[in-house]
């Protein structure tokens, strides 16, 4: 779908929309968790968790209520892995079934638009800064933006499963844009991610948006394996 269609495998249904236009729907338990937000923060809101209901059922998947976690975090129903990102002008949203295929999921959306440089510094390690500095001038801030989001989307991924908040310099990006794809290395430990692990994801740009993903496999049984040889 658009943006999304190579970001991932069959198995994640995908769906996205302008939440300045979208016809959303909250639950609730949803409407309650923004219920003292600005008018924009509950559009948003809402676009995101419709839809997420609009991908889970095309996966067969019921309908259900979407609430957030103290943390902020979605609340997925059992059995249901998801992330969910907006900017100014497009929310998406990317839910699984959990399986060995895929333990969890993250996806994120940026405007097209160059990093701040002042902040290039606190988003990207040396290896990164190196990277770029060999880069054309014309896209790299660009390229800055990919790497920030690509990072967003490994957090996006790695919380459900750690529930530990990891900066930036945590997690080491390698861009490979003629492929679309980016490989993250984690340089931290942020159990059940060890420094060294390596997360696979992909990456699409078009004139207006940037948009990332990961799918994490088989998290779960990695660990419980190392707990066994230890």
């Not at 923004?34 to 991908?55: C, H, I, K, P, Y």
């Not at 979407?66 to 497009?90: E, F, M, N, Q, Y």
């Not at 997690?171 to 692990?197: H, I, K, N, Q």
Request: net charge negative.
């Amino acid at each position: 779908m658009g943006l999304l269609a190579e970001l991932f495998d069959g198995h994640v249904a995908t769906a996205q929309g302008d939440p300045r236009s979208l016809a959303a729907v909250m639950y609730p338990i949803e409407q309650s968790y923004v219920s003292r937000a600005t008018e924009s923060r509950r559009r948003e809101f809402a676009a995101g968790r419709s839809l997420a209901r609009q991908a889970m059922a095309s996966l067969g998947v019921p309908q259900a209520a979407i609430p957030a976690a103290s943390d902020r975090a979605p609340v997925w129903p059992a059995g249901i892995v998801g992330s969910i990102s907006h900017c100014s002008g497009l929310c998406v949203a990317a839910v699984a079934r959990e399986s060995q295929d895929c333990s969890s999921i993250g996806i994120d959306v940026e405007p097209a638009t160059p990093l701040d440089e002042d902040l290039l510094d606190t988003i990207c390690d040396d290896d990164e800064l190196r990277w770029l500095a060999r880069q054309a001038e014309p896209g790299r801030g660009l390229l800055a933006k990919a790497i920030f989001s690509a990072k967003e989307s490994v957090y996006k991924a790695q919380y459900p499963l750690s529930r530990q908040i990891i900066g930036f310099h945590a997690v080491s990006v390698a861009l490979d844009m003629a492929s679309g794809s980016f490989l993250a290395r984690f340089r931290v430990d942020a159990e059940p991610f060890l420094s060294g692990y390596q997360a696979s994801g992909r990456i699409a740009i078009t004139s207006e948006f940037i948009a990332t993903s990961v799918a994490l496999k088989n998290v779960k049984e990695k660990a419980a394996q190392r707990e066994l040889s230890a």
